[in-house]
């Protein structure tokens, strides 16, 4: 997936706001395409249409012309244009052309002073969906809180200091989102989510809703840098964390809370920074998740497993399948990045494990892997169902995409939950797996 993917889902994830692609029709219909078939929801994205003739003589003039259309249809607080390989390979500075075009619509547009103009470098020719949401995601906090503090500085007011965390959820499911929102309210803990993408799994009703509601709102990256701390996980976010760290905003960066463990330090973590003490309904989550492994112990036990997806995902699903008494034998990276080799092999290390290593391949190679050295199951995205049918072995669908199944996106995969979801899921698969493909009960 492209950088243009992960900086559309982290604009969706904030309440009135509106994502602007800069380049042709086909860029922005690639990723509206993509996000509705895997949330199932309808995405609203304007393009600026890039045509051959805005290659040539320059495209300013649609770039207005689009930010005016959204404000006169939508009025949101923040609009953000994303370029594409198009209007990059072209030379366009979008952050130029942004500043010189905001000053004419501000006279234009008086009652619109308050929008928040954004431009984001997003390529589609370098980097993952997931380097385009950490790369969006700083973008915007760091325009929106300079403009209020400008803002605030001309006005006379003072900014007063709150025991509000700040969230990063990072590119996750809307699923996902719920369960660290259940997690954060069982623990009475005040916090800001700075995206919060369950605006892609709202109810059916009427009257339908101008902008999908949410708990990450333009006001709240505003009070960001007033936050006791930020909490980020991976490197989903984290250059948003660290820019807020400037503004002297403690930042504490976790793996993703998938399994016992990293659901453990996760919620050590926030009782440590809020001082609130872990309730007994987490406890019973918990013991909910470890019994769950304990149930399934002689089907889950030792059976070989590969994972691939994006790299922090992938971390944690290896972390815990560990948990549960898999061997983990090939993982699979989607996105480069500067630690995940280190992290797995600290994990295999730990646990005695030998793991195969695949760093920004494709899964082309990693069907070759198992071809050679078979494995019992899968864990990654839809992808993986052309490996999985052709060598018959069951395939657990997390991440995103899932385009060829109902309600993944509901599913959580972090917190204890998640956890209890993905044993429950994984034991189900290998005895059907063994049931359909070998004739025989493993129970």
Request: proline share 4%; charged share 25%.
């Amino acid at each position: 997936m492209n950088q243009l993917m992960g900086g559309v889902l982290a604009v969706l994830g904030i309440y009135r706001a509106f994502p602007l692609v800069h380049g042709s029709q086909g860029c922005a219909n690639y990723v509206k395409n993509t996000l509705a078939k895997h949330f199932k929801e309808p995405v609203e994205i304007a393009t600026t249409g890039f045509y051959e003739i805005s290659a040539i003589y320059g495209a300013s003039d649609i770039i207005e012309s689009s930010i005016k259309n959204i404000l006169e249809n939508r009025n949101p607080d923040l609009i953000i244009t994303m370029t594409t390989g198009l209007s990059e390979i072209t030379g366009e500075d979008i952050q130029r052309e942004l500043k010189r075009i905001t000053e004419n619509i501000h006279k234009d547009y008086a009652s619109n002073n308050g929008t928040y103009f954004v431009g984001v470098s997003t390529p589609s020719y370098k980097g993952t969906h997931i380097d385009g949401y950490n790369n969006t995601l700083k973008e915007i906090i760091k325009t929106i809180t300079e403009k209020n503090k400008e803002k605030n500085k001309e006005l006379g007011k003072d900014t007063l200091k709150s025991d509000k965390i700040n969230i990063i959820p990072g590119f996750v499911n809307p699923g996902d989102v719920k369960e660290i929102k259940s997690i954060l309210r069982k623990m009475n803990i005040d916090y800001r989510l700075l995206t919060d993408i369950t605006t892609l799994d709202r109810p059916l009703r009427l009257p339908k809703e101008r902008f999908p509601k949410c708990e990450a709102t333009v006001r709240d990256i505003e009070e960001s840098p007033n936050s006791k701390s930020t909490l980020s996980f991976g490197m989903e976010g984290i250059d948003g964390a660290k820019y807020l760290e400037t503004l002297g905003v403690p930042s504490y960066n976790l793996k993703f809370p998938i399994g016992i463990e990293n659901t453990d330090n996760f919620i050590k973590t926030l009782s440590n920074i809020s001082g609130q003490e872990i309730p007994e309904s987490l406890w019973e989550d918990r013991g909910y998740a470890i019994d769950a492994i304990v149930d399934g112990n002689d089907v889950l036990r030792n059976k070989r497993v590969a994972i691939f997806g994006d790299p922090d995902k992938v971390i944690g699903l290896t972390n815990f399948a560990f948990e549960m008494g898999m061997e983990v034998v090939a993982v699979l990276s989607n996105t480069e990045t500067s630690y995940f080799i280190s992290e797995i092999k600290e994990i295999s290390m730990e646990n005695n494990g030998k793991i195969t290593l695949f760093e920004g391949s494709d899964l082309y190679q990693l069907h070759n892997y198992i071809k050679r050295r078979p494995v019992d199951i899968i864990i990654g995205d839809y992808r993986g169902r052309y490996i999985a049918n052709e060598e018959r072995i069951p395939l657990l669908r997390v991440g995103f995409p899932i385009v060829d199944r109902y309600g993944y996106h509901r599913k959580p995969i972090l917190g204890y939950n998640g956890a209890l979801r993905i044993t429950e899921e994984i034991i189900n698969l290998l005895i059907e797996s063994s049931e359909n493909y070998k004739g025989l009960s493993i129970l």
